[in-house]
């Protein structure tokens, strides 16, 4: 039964997000969608943090340099061509994660939180403090890419439904792109390293790359992310790049829960209606914000995914029966 | 982090089954929202400012001066109640058009009003031109504002960085300073102030022979003042505000500088800052479009309300957010308060002549106020004023296409 | 850049240097001895700086505003240690991140809810006022020095307590083997409330002494924070040494960077953090 | 009260959720030397941790020098007079040799001072050629001899040596005897568990054999070495 | 030194000032248990660490098989063939049995790159992961989480890993300690079982079962090989007895 009602469950919240904009008015609708591209992003930073064990704070990087790249491939008065400018985008992150995972992957604990928040800052003041993307004013991007092949435009992005799914097919893609490399040799072995990296070497692999790998992976993902961020919203600023914005995907990761990628996923959801909710209650919202956090690490250990599990654990134990 | 790890052979149904729960619930939780807001008769308007982080001072200055004129028409702007819808933008422009979206797509304000950030601001305008709603900006002074940005819906009742800093620049070379060296945070405001300054000083026959910059929100100026000592100009322009700016001036004093080298800046310099500066401060020459002891009776009668009102002295952020709701009362009482006139309405606006307590002022053609500038000196905690070094000075609204 | 100012900038970066170094040392004890990430050292430097001000203000005095605003800290710290941080020592580094993240908001609120969000001045003490002629144009404040002098013997000051007395030994061996230190008879919990306790009054003494030079305004724990980490990792976590070493390679990096590349100066003080780690990844001092 | 140094009673300690200790009874007298005896995964270990409060006890008691300490704190357990020497050790090798040993220094009950830094270095001249050697770097001879001093420095009324010579070689494990002796014949109770059965009975008053989480024999080391088939049974190869 | 499966010639390691290995040679010939003795601090664990990779020798030199792989890192030297286990036991927790195995057993497939298929089904590397937990006596046990076993069972679990990367050299350190008499007997035998077609070099302390199992006994002292030999030529010489072995008596009394 358990199987079959998580089923269950899967398809009522796609159906429920499949539904979204045709109930929910335009504002809300953008906010789910804000929430799914958060989703994606949480859920590669969960590759990292929670499959491989690799806790890097600084993966705001890769958000904002996809993000940068489709502003600045998106022509002053016209649309960037979504076939080209993702990919390149998405490739682009990817790359820089490569470039810094190639450096900061020869450090461990701390010292790889630490100068992976190194790596972040570089790039934030590079986007901050040089004319590249309009400095800290940020740069905007005037036109939604379009979906154009050859003359045929199959879905025109500039329809907030049309956005929103193929955000959503995006996110979707991500999750079971990632479920699937999770159990996939590859996955395994990602694990194997995250609970112990020396036993890994010992029998004859080589850690370095497959974490580099992983790295990457996971920066390419942020990059699919902050590609769409910055189309959602378009308009890119330094800020994306900034520590707050990695520790905030941090927070979603440990909020949800670590290592499957659907803790991420209600993480991100976690935050973004917290934001709402307590912004609109009151001015003074982020002490609520800032109460909740704390709450949650001392009163919920292992995030809301283990939610269930402790408050039922009773209950649970002779149902099992 | 081992402690976490899930184990790998288990079915894992326990958090699939909680993290799909609490999606769901987070967008269900979204749902009822999305239809909350009925009509009602009341004109709406969104304040978009900063109540958090390093701006809050200035965002509550800019409400209260807003608040305070459409209470004293009695709580209507032409003729119909007022709702106020109130986000909080924390001075950050990775959030800014999300929460522009809030008041524009949420709430569906008829007015947007915002904010100090300039960043932020400009998020807003953009916000603003796609849904065509009506935007007024009570601080940010982002040049782009009411130039490449200017549109039929966005204006602007405080200032633009060109005006600001430009009138500085006949003041220093008539002090007899014909080297000056300019030192600014590296941000976009920064860059319009220092280089509207050099324009004219330039063009009055000076020479900018050094542009300094530091990376914002850094506040070590030492090694600046250093080079400062050894460069030796006749003047020193900078362009700081807030605690940056009464680290500056307190170090700048501190360094002996002041002795030998005048200072001059636009008046953010000495805004809210001169308690904080202490003796350092004093004296410090600084031009803004608004200033104190000025003598018209509509400043006396605005300081009076304000102090009575919030129990506080206002400043000139209060000043701009009440003449954000003088401009927008213009616009509202031609059109007897009936918003879907928006061609009269924006009309009306721009024909304004606003009385406002830094003295009246017109709109230029790109929505942006022409104004006074003033001299102003720093005695005691106020900025008192010496003279009118520009009349009516605009913003020359380069790349405006209106 | 010629000799004069040459020696000028270096008395700069080096004063700069003890500075970050004075606010990180705060941040050496709690993340390098008792291994707790605690992102919330800069609100702590801000809850300093702001109790400077408030006490100043009631008192008139910087030195009554230190007498009455050290212990108060004290308090803070060991109360938080009590109601919370206790909590975390065997929790991994991610909570501590999370949960010090959550208290940066909290402080911040009740901060702006208990005085204000404007930004303040306190006057630097009389008899620290006056200045020292360096050239004929500049001179150099005291008061800067005096903090200095402050910082170099706060470095030695710890340098001692953690390496040559009892309560040093103790607290090094309750980073390596917590039970075996209980079972020895010392009551670990206690050690590490006053560390923990002298930790957060380190950090706030840090922002009142800091006051007068750099005011006093919101948002400005976040400025040093980065920062403090920076040093405290380049050091090697747990090194007062390597901290204050690592603060004075800082304070060159930024001080040389502004001056010589002025573009890229905020780049500086990260890539130096890079290179150290790439050359040596457990900091220059690892212990 | 009773004229026991030590006193459990009916302990029941739990490692997770694995049942370890059942019930178990464990006495020390003053000055005594006890045999804690079985094999590995018996409980011998989470019943010494029980004792000084490290693992919690979920039933039972314990009182020591006539105090009841059932469910106090480590630190003020074992400040009553007891010494701990754990399995592996558990020297700070990030502290030096003399930090590791006066560290650690403080009275005994009622102020005795017997032991003292000098005293310590007396008995281990080893340790006083390494003073400032960190404790890592220190072989497992020295390291255990090191962990017997530095559990000395606290003046105890009773040391416990959990796994006294595990790891040692021969001629370093006779050293350690040795020093037991010394220790013994100073007046301090002990309670030993050593694999070498054979120079553990040679230095013991009494001897406890557990076996599953229960006291299977409890009586006289003399007895236990005329009853060669309890050693059989429940120690044997 | 043809039939020497592994050999070490002259090994020396020093860290800082202190030499932990000087000149050390041994050779492990297929079919032979070597048994490394020695009391603690003598370089035993150090000479595994410098055989299987996890050091780099200060001089000597490796041969595998004939090859030089003295410059190879653990990794490689794994793949080409010795497998070893820790003084410590070193597997992953929250696995089953059968997954630690099946990451052992994968090593040796260039499949791991797959990002695609998913792991578990990969027949061939299931079947050899199967086959090394039956051969310690663990088929019983494949779906118990490590986590929850007993020491003993974690080092059998550890044997069966080194088994299923199909290493000729097996390393073994230390894989008696901690056990109790009867899971000892048990191990040595296993360990008896696997020699037939590898070599094994074993690290222990517990000389019963190294009088026991092992044809060649290499005594170090201080960094150095002392003696080395048949377990005969080990118990009759004077200098082990001496420096090892010490004099039972005394303790026996």
Redesign the interface.
Same mark, same amino acid.
């Given at each position: 039964m358990s199987a079959s009602f998580n089923t269950f469950l899967k398809l009522l919240v796609l159906a429920l997000v499949l539904a979204f904009p045709f109930v929910g008015s335009a504002f809300y609708t953008e906010l789910v969608a804000k929430g799914l591209i958060l989703a994606i992003f949480a859920m590669s930073l969960d590759l990292l943090v929670g499959v491989t064990g690799l806790v890097s704070f600084g993966h705001a990087a890769y958000f904002g340099v996809a993000a940068y790249v489709l502003a600045l491939l998106t022509p002053k008065y016209q649309a960037a061509n979504l076939w080209l400018s993702l990919p390149v985008a998405v490739l682009v992150a990817g790359l820089v994660a490569l470039l810094v995972g190639f450096f900061v992957l020869r450090t461990r604990g701390i010292y790889f939180i630490m100068v992976t928040l190194a790596f972040a800052q570089m790039a934030y003041y590079i986007f901050h403090d040089t004319d590249l993307g309009g400095g800290s004013d940020g740069i905007y991007v005037n036109f939604k890419p379009s979906a154009a092949i050859a003359g045929w435009t199959p879905f025109d992005l500039d329809q907030p439904k049309a956005l929103y799914f193929f955000i959503l097919v995006c996110a979707l893609a991500v999750y079971g792109g990632l479920r699937r490399l999770k159990e996939s040799s590859f996955g395994s072995i990602l694990q194997g390293i995250r609970d112990n990296e020396s036993r890994m070497l010992a029998m004859g692999y080589a850690t370095y790359r497959y974490k580099l790998a992983a790295f990457a992976v996971a920066g390419a993902l942020a990059g699919v992310a902050g590609y769409l961020y910055g189309a959602l919203y378009g308009f890119v600023t330094p800020e994306y790049l900034s520590w707050h914005q990695s520790g905030n995907v941090l927070l979603m990761v440990i909020l949800g829960g670590m290592g499957n990628f659907g803790g991420a996923v209600a993480g991100a959801f976690a935050f973004v209606a917290m934001q709402e909710f307590f912004a609109a209650w009151t001015k003074h919202w982020q002490l609520l914000m800032g109460a909740v956090i704390v709450g949650a690490v001392l009163f919920l250990p292992g995030g809301i995914s283990a939610l269930p599990a402790r408050l039922k654990r009773k209950p649970r134990e002779s149902a099992d029966e | 982090m081992n402690s976490y790890s899930p184990k790998i052979t288990s079915p894992g149904s326990i958090w699939t089954r909680t993290a799909t729960v609490a999606t769901a619930l987070a967008c269900a939780a979204l749902l009822p929202l999305g239809n909350a807001q009925a009509q009602s008769g009341k004109i709406k308007i969104g304040l978009m400012l900063p109540y958090t982080g390093t701006y809050a001072a200035l965002g509550n200055a800019v409400t209260n001066g807003f608040k305070l004129y459409v209470e004293e028409s009695g709580g209507k702007l032409g003729g119909r109640d007022i709702e106020y819808f109130v986000v909080d933008d924390e001075s950050d422009p990775a959030k800014a058009t999300e929460n522009t979206n809030k008041l524009v797509k949420r709430d569906q304000v008829d007015v947007l009003v915002g904010t100090v950030h300039s960043g932020v601001a400009m998020g807003m305008a953009k916000v603003a031109r796609e849904n065509n709603t009506l935007f007024v900006v009570p601080n940010a002074g982002a040049d782009e504002l009411t130039g490449p940005l200017c549109a039929p819906n966005i204006f602007r009742t405080s200032f633009s960085n060109w005006q600001s800093a430009y009138a500085m620049g006949p003041v220093v070379y008539e002090k007899r300073a014909r080297k000056v060296v300019t030192l600014t945070w590296k941000y976009a405001a920064g860059k319009q102030m220092t280089d509207a300054f050099a324009e004219a000083f330039e063009k009055a026959g000076g020479k900018v022979v050094k542009e300094m910059t530091l990376p914002f929100p850094n506040v070590e100026f030492q090694p600046f003042l250093t080079e400062i000592a050894a460069l030796k100009p006749d003047a020193v322009f900078v362009f700081f505000a807030g605690g940056g700016a009464a680290k500056f001036v307190k170090d700048y004093g501190a360094a002996g500088l002041r002795a030998s080298i005048p200072l001059y800046a636009p008046g953010f310099l000495t805004d809210g800052t001169l308690e904080a500066m202490g003796d350092a401060g004093q004296g410090l020459l600084t031009t803004l479009h608004y200033a104190d002891g000025l003598t018209n009776a509509k400043d006396q009668a605005f300081r009076a309300g304000y102090a009575k009102a919030y129990k506080a002295a206002p400043d000139v952020y209060a000043v701009q957010g009440y003449d954000a709701a003088q401009l927008l009362a213009t616009g509202l009482s031609a059109v007897k308060g009936d918003v879907s006139k928006r061609a009269e309405l924006v009309k009306a606006m721009e024909a304004a002549r606003i009385d406002s307590p830094r003295g009246a002022f017109t709109l230029s053609k790109a929505h942006n106020p022409v104004q006074d500038i003033y001299l102003r000196k720093a005695e005691g905690k106020e900025n008192k004023v010496v003279s009118v070094v520009s009349k009516a000075l605009a913003d020359p609204a380069r790349g405006c296409k209106m | #850049? %010629?000799f004069?100012?040459f020696l @000028? $900038?270096t008395l700069?970066?080096v $004063?700069?240097g003890l500075l970050l170094f004075l606010v990180a040392s705060g941040l050496t004890l709690i993340f390098g001895i008792m291994g707790v @990430?605690n992102?919330a050292h800069g609100s702590f430097y801000m809850i300093g700086a702001y109790l400077a001000f408030a006490l100043v203000a009631q008192t008139g005095n910087l030195f009554t505003a230190l007498l009455l605003g050290i212990p108060l800290a004290a308090l803070l710290g060991a109360l938080l240690e009590w109601a +919370?941080f206790r909590?975390?020592y065997k929790?991994?580094?991610?909570?501590q991140?999370?949960?010090t993240?959550?208290?940066?908001?909290?402080? !911040?609120? +009740?901060r702006?809810?208990a005085l204000? %969000?404007?930004?303040? *001045?306190v006057?630097?003490p009389a008899i620290f006022s006056a200045?020292i002629?360096?050239?004929?144009?500049?001179? &150099? /404040?005291v &008061? =800067?020095l005096v903090i200095s002098a402050v910082c170099v013997l706060l470095a030695i000051g710890l340098y001692i307590l953690i390496h040559r007395t009892?309560i040093g #030994?103790?607290i =090094?061996?309750g980073?390596? %083997?917590r039970? #075996?230190v !209980?079972?020895?008879?010392?009551? @670990?919990?206690r050690i590490y409330l006053v560390v923990f306790a002298l930790g957060v009054t380190l950090a706030a003494f840090a922002g009142m002494i800091a006051a /007068?030079?750099?005011?006093?305004? /919101? *948002?400005?724990g976040n $400025?040093v924070l @980065?920062l403090s980490?920076?040093i405290v990792?380049i050091g090697g976590?747990g090194s007062v040494w390597g901290a204050l070493v690592a603060a004075l390679v800082i304070g060159f990096a %930024?001080?040389?960077g502004?001056?010589l590349v002025?573009?890229?100066?905020? +780049?500086a003080v &990260?890539?130096v953090?890079?290179a150290v780690?790439?050359w040596r990844?457990? *900091?220059i001092f690892k212990? | 009260m009773s004229d026991w140094l030590l006193e459990a009673q009916g302990l029941q300690s739990f490692y997770g959720s694995s049942h370890i200790l059942h019930g178990v009874d464990f006495r020390v007298g003053r000055g005594e030397t006890v045999a804690l005896m079985g094999r590995n995964g018996m409980g011998k270990t989470t019943l010494l941790k029980s004792v000084i409060g490290l693992v919690t006890p979920r039933g039972g008691r314990v009182a020591f020098a006539g105090g009841e300490v059932t469910g106090q704190p480590t630190h003020r357990i074992v400040r009553r007079g007891i010494a701990y020497v754990p399995e592996g050790r558990g020297i700070f090798p990030n502290l030096s040799v003399s930090e590791n040993l006066r560290m650690a220094a403080r009275p005994g009950p009622g102020g005795r001072r017997d032991w003292d830094f000098e005293r310590v270095l007396a008995t281990f001249p080893r340790l006083s050629e390494r003073l400032d050697h960190g404790g890592g770097q220190l072989s497992g001879g020295e390291q255990q001899m090191l962990t017997i001093g530095r559990a000395l420095m606290t003046n105890p009324d009773l040391l416990i040596l959990d796994e006294a010579t595990e790891g040692l070689a021969p001629i370093i494990a006779r050293e350690i005897w040795g020093i037991v002796r010394e220790i013994k014949s100073s007046g301090i109770a002990t309670v030993i568990v050593d694999k070498n059965h054979h120079a553990l009975t040679a230095l013991c008053d009494r001897a406890v054999v557990l076996v599953k989480g229960q006291v299977v024999f409890e009586g006289a080391c003399a007895a236990l070495k005329a009853q060669p088939e309890i050693i059989q049974r429940h120690l044997g190869v | 030194m043809s039939d020497a499966l592994l050999r070490a010639e002259g090994l020396t390691r020093r860290f800082g000032g202190l030499t932990a290995n000087q000149d050390v040679s041994l050779s492990l010939k297929r079919g032979e248990l070597h048994a490394l003795v020695g009391p603690n601090g003598a370089g035993k664990s150090t000479c595994i660490n410098l055989l299987s990779g996890d050091l780099a020798p200060s001089a000597g030199r490796i041969l595998f098989e004939g090859r030089d792989i003295t410059g190879l890192a653990s990794h490689q030297r794994s793949l080409a063939g010795i497998g070893r286990s820790y003084q410590r036991s070193n597997v992953f927790m929250p696995f089953s049995v059968f997954e630690n195995v099946r990451l052992a057993a994968q090593s040796r497939r260039p499949r791991a790159w797959r990002v695609w298929a998913k792991a578990l089904e990969d027949r061939a590397i299931n079947e050899r992961a199967e086959a090394a937990i039956a051969e310690v006596g663990l088929a019983a046990q494949r779906a118990r989480i490590v986590g929850e076993m007993s020491h003993g069972e974690r080092r059998q679990l550890e044997v069966a890993m080194v088994l299923a990367t199909d290493a000729r050299v097996l390393l073994f350190d230390e894989p008696l300690a901690g056990m109790g008499a009867e899971e000892s007997m048990k191990m040595v035998e296993l360990l008896r079982r696997l020699t037939t077609d590898r070599a094994i070099l074993l690290v222990e302390h517990d000389m019963d079962a190294v009088f026991a199992a092992a044809q060649t006994i290499t005594v170090m002292v201080n960094g150095q090989v002392l003696e080395s030999g048949a377990p005969q030529q080990i118990r009759a010489s004077a200098a082990v007895r001496e420096a090892y072995l010490g004099d039972d008596e005394v303790v026996h009394e």
């Open positions: - | - | #850049m %010629d004069v100012s @000028i $900038q700069n970066a $004063q700069y @990430i992102l +919370l909590h975390l929790r991994n580094h991610l909570e991140v999370l949960l993240y959550g208290l940066i908001l909290v402080f !911040e609120e +009740l702006s809810l204000g %969000d404007d930004v303040h *001045g006057a630097v200045s002629k360096l050239s004929d144009t500049l001179s &150099y /404040p &008061y =800067r009892r #030994m103790m =090094r061996a980073n390596h %083997d039970d #075996m !209980e079972a020895l008879g010392i009551d @670990i919990n /007068p030079v750099s005011s006093v305004f /919101p *948002g400005m $400025q @980065i980490f920076v990792v976590i %930024d001080t040389f502004k001056v002025p573009d890229y100066a905020g +780049l &990260y890539l953090m890079a780690l790439l990844p457990e *900091g212990s | - | -």
